[in-house]
């Protein structure tokens, strides 16, 4: 009858389909155990063409969907909506460690109050989060502020982002995060590795007029961003490090299209004597 309660009761392999229905789901989940290598994943997914709601209005909780420390786990094709009044909270939060963690297809709106934010994935540990997957999802209506709509922050590694789209929120679209020592003590495990590419960034705006970046990678390493449309936010693609002694390096950003955006289309360094630094950075072929 709930979606938590098929979700406790899958085991590795399993294949959770969730019928969409008159009436949302008024729930928060979160998945209990991982997948593993011999069984395979844990799904959880709208049944074929369905687009089930899950619905925080009136329910306890930071998160609507909660993967913490999890591996080999899916989440595919839900609408999450109206995670109200929170307080660092967000439509899909992933913390701690795991491996081989796939976020598509969810449409994620809706989500209120400060730092109030569209997924967010946390490395923690001194073990990454390895292997991940945000693809095909849609975020719009979120307030991050003073947080990013989209980002990976820490310990994070063998990421792809892409075929996104983020829109009309109120700061970052999309962030690729190290440094910040609340959220990974070991300033040299960063988000690296990674991908981005293909994404849609429209209207990401700070709350109040400022320097929201569309794309943006602050403190990360070893990062390609390709292909990627920003459309109207305060900078279009911004590639610094903001904490003192961080030093962003090896990102290559190629072939984006940046249009419109309030103070400037690309930014690169640091942007102050005291924050972090910009090096061995590549910047080919945007428009």
Do not use: W
Not at 49 to 72: E, F, K, Q
Not at 139 to 159: K, M, Q, W
Not at 265 to 277: I, S, T
């Amino acid at each position: 009858a709930t979606v938590q309660g098929a979700l406790t009761a899958a085991m590795p392999g399993d294949t959770v389909q969730v019928r969409q229905q008159a009436t949302p789901y008024h729930e928060k989940v979160a998945f209990p155990r991982s997948g593993d290598t011999g069984n395979g994943p844990i799904v959880l997914r709208a049944f074929p063409g369905d687009r089930p709601v899950l619905d925080g209005t009136g329910v306890a909780g930071d998160n609507l969907v909660l993967i913490d420390g999890r591996s080999y786990v899916q989440l595919i094709g839900f609408e999450l909506r109206n995670n109200l009044g929170v307080h660092d909270g967000s439509g899909v939060r992933v913390l701690g460690s795991g491996a081989h963690v796939e976020i598509r297809d969810n449409l994620i709106h809706d989500v209120r109050g400060s730092d109030a934010m569209g997924i967010t994935v946390y490395g923690t540990e001194a073990i990454a989060i390895a292997n991940l997957v945000i693809d095909g999802n849609e975020i719009h209506d979120c307030e991050p502020y003073r947080s990013e709509a989209l980002t990976l922050n820490g310990n994070v590694t063998d990421f792809r982002v892409t075929n996104n789209t983020v829109r009309d929120v109120n700061n970052i679209g999309i962030d690729c995060i190290g440094g910040e020592t609340d959220i990974q003590p070991n300033s040299a495990l960063v988000a690296r590795n990674g991908l981005v590419r293909g994404n849609v960034v429209l209207r990401a705006n700070e709350q109040g007029g400022g320097f929201a970046g569309g794309i943006d990678v602050d403190g990360g390493r070893d990062i390609v961003i390709e292909r990627n449309l920003v459309v109207g936010a305060d900078l279009g693609i911004e590639i610094g490090a903001e904490n003192n002694g961080i030093v962003t390096q090896n990102i290559a950003v190629r072939d984006n299209v940046l249009l419109e955006n309030v103070k400037a289309g690309l930014v690169f360094g640091g942007f102050a004597a005291n924050v972090g630094r910009v090096r061995n950075s590549q910047f080919l072929n945007n428009t």
